[in-house]
C-alpha cells in the first residue's frame, strides 16, 4: 500500500517524513556501501534486485487517485542484503515513482515509513527471534522468516495505512475507503508471502551465501 496523492495532514507528513529520514540515517551509519564495494558479485545481486523492484513497483491496482496496492518485496530484500541495503532500494523505488509522477514529493516519507521502514522492522524482528530462540533448523527458518514474516511485514504496511489515514486524513470520505482498501489485505498477504517464500526457497538451495541473514554452515553443514 503506498501513498500517490498528498491527503494527510501537513504535520504528519512531516512527522513521518523526519521519521524515515533518521531510519534511513541509522541506516547508512551502518556503512552497507563498504560491503558493496568489497564484493563485485554483490553489487550485481543488489542492482539487479533493485532494478527489478523497480519494475515490479510499477504492477499496481489503483481504485482511488490517492492509494495505491502493490506487493513490496521488502521482507526478501531485508532478508537476502538484510535491512541497510534494503532500506536503500526502497528508497530507490519510492523515488523512482515520484520522478516518474506517479507520487507526490510530499509523499516520500510516508511511503518510505510504510513500505520500507515497518516491513523492515517487522522482517529483522521476527528473524532476531528465530535465529536467537529457535532450533537451527532450514524449515523454520524458510517458514517463519520468509512465508510467515512477508505475510506480518504486509500486514504491518497495512495496518499503519490505515492508520495514518485515520489520524490525520484531510479528507474525511478517506477514512472509509482506506477501511474498504483494507479488506484486500488478506489477498496482499499470501501474494506476498508466497512469492517471498518461493524466491528465498529458490536461493537457500542453489545459493545459500546469497542470502545474508541465513548461515547456512549453521543450518545444513552441522546438520
Same mark, same amino acid.
Given at each position: ?75 526478501? *530484500?531485508?532478508?537476502? +542484503?538484510? %535491512?541497510?541495503? $534494503?532500506?536503500?532500494?526502497?528508497? @530507490? &523505488?519510492? =523515488?523512482? /515513482? #515520484?520522478? !516518474? ?42 517458514? *517463519?522468516?520468509?512465508? +510467515?514474516? %512477508?505475510?506480518? $511485514?504486509?500486514?504491518?504496511?497495512? @495496518? &499503519?495505512? =490505515?492508520? /495514518? #489515514?485515520? !489520524? ?56
Amino acid at each position: 500500500m503506498s501513498f500517490s496523492e498528498p491527503m494527510l495532514a501537513p504535520w504528519l507528513l512531516i512527522a513521518c517524513g523526519v521519521l524515515s529520514l533518521g531510519v534511513m540515517g541509522l541506516a547508512l551509519a551502518q556503512r552497507p556501501w563498504e560491503t558493496l564495494l568489497a564484493d563485485r558479485a554483490l553489487q550485481h545481486r543488489w542492482l539487479g534486485a533493485t532494478v527489478a523492484v523497480l519494475l515490479l513497483w510499477q504492477l499496481r491496482a489503483q481504485a482511488v487517485d490517492w492509494l495505491t496496492l502493490h506487493l513490496m518485496f521488502t521482507a526478501l *530484500l531485508t532478508l537476502v +542484503f538484510k %535491512a541497510p541495503l $534494503a532500506l536503500v532500494t526502497n528508497l @530507490l &523505488a519510492n =523515488l523512482a /515513482l #515520484v520522478l !516518474l509522477g506517479k507520487a507526490a514529493w510530499p509523499l516520500l516519507g510516508v511511503n518510505v515509513l510504510m513500505t520500507g521502514v515497518i516491513p523492515v522492522g517487522v522482517t529483522v524482528l521476527i528473524w532476531r527471534l528465530v535465529d536467537r530462540h529457535l532450533p537451527d533448523n532450514l524449515m523454520v527458518f524458510l517458514f *517463519l522468516c520468509g512465508f +510467515f514474516g %512477508a505475510a506480518l $511485514a504486509t500486514l504491518g504496511t497495512g @495496518l &499503519a495505512g =490505515l492508520g /495514518l #489515514v485515520m !489520524l490525520g486524513a484531510t479528507d474525511p470520505e478517506a477514512i472509509y475507503l482506506a477501511r474498504e482498501y483494507a479488506l484486500f489485505l488478506p489477498l496482499l498477504m499470501p501474494s506476498e508471502a508466497f512469492l517471498t517464500g518461493m524466491l528465498l526457497s529458490i536461493l537457500m538451495v542453489y545459493h545459500p551465501g546469497w542470502v545474508a541473514t541465513f548461515n547456512d554452515h549453521r543450518y545444513i553443514d552441522t546438520k
